[in-house]
């Protein structure tokens, strides 16, 4: 098992949240732009928020979580 990280793509503006490996069972929108990777178990594997810019301001392009600071990230007005 890897550990948690978050990843940030200026490209296409998608905030993806690594919370284990594994292999993807399905893909759950859970809102708008958001989604969720579960495994066979239903457990979560990865969260992503596309069009993060909308919501947040991204002062950092990736962070790996515990051993360095989680990403800067702010709501935005």
Known sequence: MNKPAVHYNPQNDTLYFLVRDGEEERFV???EGVNVELD???QLLSLEILNASRF???ASAQSDWPSSPVLKLE???
Do not use: F, M, N, Y
Request: overall charge positive; hydrophobic content about 50%.
């Open 75 to 77: 709501a935005k007005p």
């Open 56 to 58: 947040l301001r991204v």
């Open 40 to 42: 066979q178990e239903g």
């Open 29 to 31: 929108a859970v809102a």
